[in-house]
Structure formats: structure tokens, C-alpha cells
């Protein structure tokens, strides 16, 4: 099976643009990927094979009249589905929604990627309304992790990590309150990160979900193309007032060309209160002593709470 495992985002992209392949051509490299794997992995809970392949066409059909179609080209994107993206159903995960009308508009993150040359195969599992680490509802089947199917892919966005891990897409969205990209991340072997409040705008009732906690950014199994992406997807928006516009002008991809360690860092085993299973503990022990003979400076804070703050 010829997945994306193996090719990162930024590939397809210059494959598209050269002419080496079409989007029409990864495009059905993903819906064929989807096919062999999601009924085993549980990472996509709809896909719409005709609008995928009518929205490669005309991404091709730009390119072919010598237009622009931006850093992305012909990238097939899973979506989240807590976000809306045009002709899905956002069921959040949730009976209540399971039968609402499909949307009519895309997430500020969705239409941001698509103008820069995705195309949406289709929306990827969450929990309902993104309340657990781990990818269960009611609505679809669960979502189970690639690397071995007793387990869990995590969540809130596990259906995202799952199908990247799988190769199913290169790229796909997600969101993060209280672990919900870093823990799909973490246990399904890829890079990631919580980008900050307001650098990727919200809009709507969703603006100020989740108490400004939670936060959409791009999910990808290299730390690259997420930053490839989230040059894409920041920039304020009017229906945000928490929106920023890029610090300083710079591009986070082209800012890894410079990579350097932190000054400092905090390390905190526990945060004050609950319990760790030991074996994570020492991963973590052993990352931040690594991080100390680098000559980063190492602060650890036994306790920052006193109790479990929710």
C-alpha cells in the first residue's frame, strides 16, 4: 500500500506544483490508504470521495492555468470533528449533533488550509465534544491505535493522530485544551505542539469554548510540515479578538533552519497532585536530564497546584 508514512506533507506539495504527480493523484492515494486501513483503525468517520476528487480537479486545473495555489498544494487534509468543514457534518462526537445539517462554511484553520492548496478528504474522531483523552463516543466506532489496536490512540484528537500515524493523510487538524494534540501525539509517535491562544483564530460560539483553553492547530507525523502548516493557518481574524498576526514577521518553517535549545525550562514530575505511572515518569526524567547536559538551565517545581485544579 503506497500511504504517506513514508512522504511528508511538504513532498506531496512540490510533487504537486512540479507536475511530478496531481492532486487528483495523492488524493486517491488517500482515499485508498483510508479504504485498506480506517475499517481496522476507526481514524475517519466520513469521507466524501466525489468532493475530495472535484476539489483535487480544480486545484489541478489552477496549476495547469499557471496560478499560485499556495504551499500546500494538492495536500489531502483530514478534519477534526469538532470543526466545521463544507458539505460535513460536525457531530462533535455527540447523538445531539449526529443528524445536524452539513456545513455551509469552513473553521478559520479549514479554509485557511484549503486557499492554501488542501483538499479535505474528509473528518477524522473525537470524543464527545472533545471532553476525554481517548477516542470513544456513541455516535462511530471507536478509534484504536495503529501500532498495536488494543490500544488507545488517545485523544481529543485521536482520530487525527491515528490516521496520520496509519499514513492515511500527511495532514490533518486538532485542537488542544488540556492535552488533546499532545496526547494523540505522544502515543501515536508523531510531532506536535498547543499552539498559543489567539495564533490560530476561532470563530463563532467556538471562540470562546472550553474557557479560551483549547486552541485548533495542524497535527502531522513531522514537526516540519507543522510548521509549514501553522504558517498557513495564523494571522488574526475579526471574528477573534484573541487573534494575533505572526511574532515578528517570521515563519515558524523557515525559523527551523535555526533551531536552538531554551535557555531554561521548567519540570514539574506531577504538578502537586495525583499519581504517575513510573515507567512515564522516567522517559520524562531521562529527557530533562538530557536537556540539562545540553546546558539548558533545568527549574523543577515539585508542586504548582495543591489539588487537581478542575
Known sequence: MDDFRGTSAAAVA????????????????????????????????????????????AVDARLAAGDDVGPLAGVPLGVKDLEDAIGYVTTRGSL?????????????????????????????????????????????????????????????SGGSGAALAAGMVPL???SDGGGSIRIPTAVNGLSGLKPSLGRVPLRGEQASAWLHYSTPGPMACRIADVALALDVGVGPDPADLHSLP?????????????????????WSPNMGYG????????VCARAVEALATAGVHVIEVPAVWDADPV
Open 14 to 57: 512540490e510533487l504537486v506544483r512540479s507536475g511530478q504527480s496531481s492532486a487528483r493523484e495523492q488524493t486517491q492515494r488517500a482515499l485508498a490508504a483510508i479504504d485498506a486501513y480506517n475499517p481496522t483503525i476507526g481514524a475517519f468517520v466520513a469521507v466524501d470521495a466525489e468532493r475530495a476528487l472535484a476539489e483535487a480537479d
Open 96 to 156: 445531539l449533533h449526529r443528524d445536524d445539517p452539513v456545513a455551509t462554511g469552513d473553521s478559520v484553520l479549514v479554509e485557511r488550509l484549503r486557499a492554501a492548496g488542501c483538499v479535505v478528504v474528509g473528518k477524522t474522531n473525537t470524543p464527545e465534544f472533545g471532553f476525554k483523552p481517548d477516542t470513544t463516543n456513541s455516535v462511530f466506532a471507536p478509534t484504536v491505535n495503529p501500532w498495536n489496536p488494543d490500544r488507545s490512540a488517545g485523544g481529543s
Open 172 to 174: 490533518c487538524t486538532g
Open 246 to 266: 505572526m511574532p515578528r514577521g517570521e515563519s515558524w518553517a523557515a525559523g527551523l533552519g535555526e533551531a536552538r535549545l531554551p535557555q531554561s525550562v521548567l
Open 275 to 282: 499519581t504517575n505511572d513510573s515507567e512515564i515518569v522516567a
